[in-house]
């Protein structure tokens, strides 16, 4: 079975600063995709950002960016610039063999 | 663009009654999945399909059945509901649920079973 920890409950973060949330998963398959959601207090599960395990260079869209650090098995989120409407939960997932596994997520607070 | 559609968005039950929880997309996805999402966790697969008359399990099948007959409809039926199968449900499709592909989700069913 796939495996993803986020290891941050809960972070807050200062408007217009940037946050690194945490993801380390585990698996022995070659091929796998790994994704950020958002769920913000109204329940739906927004993409973020993709990255291929076979990607050579970090994914960014917009003010995300994906560390990858395919040796360490490692793959955060940076969110630059936060903004008060970021404060969300944000959960890692990563798809191998057609599942979808989650972490534990993350919330996020932005502070004004 | 109506993307998932899920039906109802609430529901309560008695224990021991089934229900069926609709999922519908108009994205012509191959790919159409079934999560539960409980407090403290992350969302977990309970039933995918990768096309019309082809399913198979997730990490928490257990008291949960799910056909595809069509491309757009991949319906979740509870058989006889349990106060552990409380939570949230989300359907979810892409186009072919390989690895590159985000999945596009519904807005959820808060199922309540008391």
């Known amino acids: 079975a796939q495996k993803i920890t986020q290891t941050q409950p809960g972070m807050f973060v200062q408007e217009k600063e940037a946050v690194t949330l945490d993801c380390t998963y585990d698996?022995?398959?070659?091929?796998?995709?790994l994704f950020w959601y958002k769920q913000p207090s109204s329940g739906e599960m927004i993409f973020l950002i993709y990255q291929g395990s076979y990607d050579q260079q970090n994914a960014t869209e917009g003010r995300y960016s994906l560390n990858f650090q395919k040796a360490r098995k490692s793959a955060n989120l940076v969110i630059s610039a936060s903004q008060l409407g970021d404060s969300a939960m944000y959960f890692c997932a990563m798809n191998s063999d057609y599942k979808l596994s989650f972490g534990a997520g993350t919330t996020v607070t932005v502070r004004a | 663009n109506a993307g998932v559609t899920q039906t109802p968005k609430f529901q309560v039950l008695k224990t021991g009654q089934s229900m069926t929880l609709q999922c519908a997309q108009d994205?012509?996805?191959?790919?159409m999945s079934w999560y539960r999402q409980d407090p403290g966790m992350g969302l977990r697969l309970i039933h995918y399909s990768v096309g019309a008359g082809i399913t198979d399990q997730g990490e928490v099948p257990n008291g949960y059945n799910v056909s595809r007959s069509t491309t757009e409809d991949f319906p979740l039926r509870l058989l006889s509901a349990a106060p552990s199968q409380t939570s949230v449900y989300f359907c979810a499709s892409s186009s072919t649920g390989t690895v590159n592909q985000p999945q596009h989700f519904g807005d959820g069913t808060r199922l309540s079973i008391l």
């Open positions: 994205m012509n996805h191959e790919y």
């Open positions: 698996t022995s398959d070659p091929s796998y995709g």
